[in-house]
């Protein structure tokens, strides 16, 4: 009698929680700070998702594109602008960010991808796995010489609603896409005691050179769903020019990543998102032992103590928390970034905070290579519009690809008139021909380096 009662207590809790409609009280960067109140100037401002004192950016149906004037900008508000998926009416879900959320992350998917996976034995005879996802094709076209879309999976490394459905929509366009799967995850075996630290890119540089090799004609981008962006970013930042990729977008990307862990999520989030991580890394504490305090890690009751203790080690080799974001931190080499980026942001995002403290505007008005489109409603990954089974971000995302890819084919017919096809032609996107070449022999020539700054005019 007493357990049904709690039961229905905490079955009440959990409704109201999700269906509560306002914005999350704003996650302060410290942490400590409690929520600021607001005027109503600034209710109207955040929303129309636009914070106070910010650059306003280019509206674009509801949302609206922050970034420093460019060609590539002025192509992509142009296309924007056209797309259907951006207006708001058509979001009918908007008043429940933490419903949008709860949906696409943990709402079991619809149908099961059909993938065939490889897996990659990496330097340290660690393993990671490529999942090439094949089915299931509703309607779908599917080219020779598909553009391959590599997808990063959050950094628990589960594989979403969100990512299924972003997956099936890019096979469906004609895209090849395939996910990454970090070590240990998603049933991708640990044969090494070591798990993947939150933006190490040690392990995606190498999957990324395989499929290169596999496929050397076929262009490549990279989107990443939430938590994943840590990664992608770090990979961007640490091979520049030489990354491979012609173009990355980010869904509800966390770009202040250290900030994110030592702020307090609200408590249902908090411990949604530990415990399975806590339970997933329970299965590895045999092998783990040797490395890492396992007791330390199944106790820690944050997700801040918990990345702590799986990855700064207090045993022989300590490492402190400052030192683990020094190598970590997604941002940390963000000026060498050399492809577009998108990121998909909503201001009423759940996970990631209030947008005022997380999401670093400097970055979007000083850097030509970042795009953020920042949307007043769609929660954390939830971007959800008329049909639940599906969300616009994905769309958008592929909208954004597609574009870019127009815009590159455009500057390539422009710089091959009066010249002859160099050496560096062979890394323009979609037309790399030829053998793989090694990465010490792809650094970037100066010739290449003046193309890559020539959309960001
Ligand atoms: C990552 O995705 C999984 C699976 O959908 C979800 O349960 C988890 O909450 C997500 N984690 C973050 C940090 O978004
Ligand atoms: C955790 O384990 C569950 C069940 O075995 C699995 O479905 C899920 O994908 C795992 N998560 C990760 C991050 O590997």
Avoid at 287 to 309: P, T
Avoid at 361 to 374: A, G, I, Y
Wanted: aromatic share 10%.
């Amino acid at each position: 009698m007493v357990l049904w009662a709690v039961g229905c207590i905490l079955l009440a809790l959990l409704t109201w929680w999700f269906w509560q409609p306002q914005a999350p009280p704003g996650r302060a960067t410290d942490g400590k700070r409690q929520p600021r109140r607001r005027g109503p100037a600034e209710e109207e401002h955040k929303a129309a998702g636009v914070p106070l004192g910010e650059e306003r950016g280019s509206p674009v149906g509801g949302c609206r594109l922050i970034c420093k004037p460019s060609a590539l900008a002025q192509a992509l508000v142009k296309s924007f602008c056209r797309s259907a998926h951006l207006e708001t009416k058509r979001w009918s879900w908007k008043r429940w960010p933490n419903l949008q959320t709860a949906v696409q992350l943990l709402w079991p998917p619809d149908r099961p991808l059909e993938f065939s996976r490889d897996h990659l034995q990496m330097a340290d005879e660690g393993i990671v796995a490529l999942d090439w996802v094949s089915g299931p094709v509703d309607g779908g076209r599917k080219g020779t010489d598909a553009v391959v879309l590599l997808v990063v999976p959050n950094a628990t490394g589960a594989i979403s609603r969100n990512v299924q459905q972003l997956c099936r929509l890019a096979l469906r366009q004609g895209y090849h896409p395939v996910i990454f799967n970090r070590r240990g995850h998603n049933g991708c075996p640990l044969t090494t005691p070591r798990l993947q630290p939150f933006g190490d890119p040690d392990d995606l540089k190498e999957a990324v050179a395989y499929i290169r090799f596999r496929h050397p004609t076929r262009t490549l981008f990279a989107a990443s769903e939430g938590s994943g962006s840590g990664l992608l970013l770090s990979y961007l930042g640490e091979c520049g020019s030489s990354s491979y990729l012609c173009g990355a977008a980010c869904i509800s990307p966390i770009l202040k990543a250290q900030d994110w862990f030592e702020a307090d999520l609200p408590w249902l989030y908090e411990w949604s998102l530990l415990l399975p991580q806590k339970r997933n890394v329970s299965r590895y504490t045999e092998a783990l032992e040797k490395v890492v305090e396992m007791d330390r890690v199944l106790g820690s009751s944050s997700l801040r103590a918990f990345e702590a203790a799986l990855f700064c080690p207090q045993r022989r080799q300590k490492m402190s928390w400052e030192t683990y974001w020094a190598s970590n931190d997604p941002l940390r080499d963000v000026d060498e970034v050399a492809v577009p980026v998108l990121c998909l942001c909503s201001a009423d995002d759940p996970v990631r905070g209030a947008p005022e403290d997380t999401i670093p505007w400097e970055l979007f008005q000083s850097n030509p290579f970042f795009f953020l489109l920042l949307s007043p409603h769609g929660g954390h990954c939830g971007f959800l519009g008329k049909d639940p089974k599906g969300s616009w971000g994905n769309a958008v995302v592929l909208e954004y690809l597609q574009t870019l890819a127009e815009f590159l084919r455009g500057e390539e017919r422009v710089k091959d008139k009066p010249r002859r096809r160099t050496a560096t032609a062979q890394h323009r996107c979609g037309r790399r021909r030829g053998p793989l070449r090694n990465r010490g022999a792809a650094l970037p020539g100066l010739d290449l380096f003046s193309w890559q700054r020539s959309y960001t005019r």
